[in-house]
Each structure stands twice: as C-alpha cells, then as structure tokens.
C-alpha cells in the first residue's frame, strides 16, 4: 500500500509513510471488507459513510504537515482511520462525528490499539471545538458547500485546514487553507469524492465564510 499507492504518487513526508505502514487498516473495516483493507479504493463502513481511499489519507495528513507534538482536530471520525494516523504520528488528536454509533465504534478501536491523546466527541463538526482552541491543524473528512467559519477561527497562527468543498455542479475540490501574513491563502490540491457533510441546523447563514466566495 505504502509503496505503490503512496510513494508512487509522491507522498514523500516520512512521518506520514511510517504511520501509515504502522496503523492496521483493517481494523477500521467492517468484517467483510477486511480482504480489501489495503486496496486502492475508499471502502463503506456502515451508516452511508466511508473510509477514505489510503492515498487521500497521505495526501491530506501530508498537507497538514503534521508536529508530533502537535494539536489536530478531525471533523468526521468515520471509522477513526484517520484520527490513528494522526495518533500514530504522535499528534494529540481531537475529533468529532456526527453520527453516535460510527463514533463510538471508531473510538472502540483506538482505544483497543493503544492510541493515547485521542478525544472523541459526537456532535456536529461545523462549529469545532472552541474550548479545545487553537489547533495546529483542522482536517476535515466529510464535504461541505463552504468553508465553515469557526474551522478558521479555531486555527492557531501557522494553522493549516485541509478541506474538501463541493461546489454547486457537484463535483469537490481538495482545499489547503493557511493563514500567511494575516491573509488567508487557498491552494487547490485537486478533485476528490467524499461524503456529503451532514448540516444539523441552519444553512450556515451569516456564518458563511467570504472566503471560499473569493476565489
Ligand atoms: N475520517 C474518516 C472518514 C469518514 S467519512 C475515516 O478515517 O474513516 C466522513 C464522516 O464524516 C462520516 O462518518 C460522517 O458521518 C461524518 N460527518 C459528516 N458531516 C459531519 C458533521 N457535520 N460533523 C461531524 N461529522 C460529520
């Protein structure tokens, strides 16, 4: 998986190829999915959702430029693939899922596998998770229409947010978000699928970030 899916694709960051090889994929899946655990695709893991494709997990684990003692929050814990990854590294890890029982199944397994400074709550990943601010990194795991304001508000000085962001046609683009010089900067990392962020109130509203309308 490391070698043909990732390094192939340029996935350089040490860090990331060694958790990568380190954390055990088919743990996150269901049972009879456990034969394509390492296979080049994202693969369902119950409740409409999936895990993402190993490659899109290097690339936007790579994109955060993650400190091992660092402060991330994770918005879609899914089935905490992710999170570990994160762990792995040994990055304190802060994520949130909307959905209870895919949350409390993921947090199951990391904490059968030893990963410490994970924090898992459910609720709605829209708003972050303030009293936990500022965070060296914010990954977002599930695709909204815009960039949610308090994602931005919620990152620390050098803090970067890797977001996939649906656009009216439907189709998504992976987003690096970095703020350099008291400006906001977007680097497009190209087209990606991912699940549809689920809106628990509102549409968002005044809350909408310029941003991403900037473009
Ligand atoms: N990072 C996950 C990928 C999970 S798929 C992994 O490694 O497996 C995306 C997840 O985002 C789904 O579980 C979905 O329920 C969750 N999600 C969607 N909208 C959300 C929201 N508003 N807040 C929190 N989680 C959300």
Redesign the pocket.
Known sequence: MVKIQLRARKIYDSKVLKAMRAVPRHM?VPLKYKENAYDDTPLP?G?G????QPYI?GLMTELLQVRPEGKYL??????????AILAAIGASVYT????PE?GNQ?SKVINELGYKKVYYRT????YGWSEESPFDGIIV??A?DHIPKALLEQLSDQGKLVIPIRNSAGSQTLWLVEKRSGKWVLVNHGSVA???????GGDGGESKSPVIHNI
């Open positions: 996150f893991i409740y959702q999936t895990i993402s997990v994770e918005i879609g814990t899914g089935s905490g693939y992710q999170a949130i899922e909307i959905i895919s993921a609720g709605d990943g829209y795991t599930a909204p991912f699940v549809p962020f689920i809106v628990s």
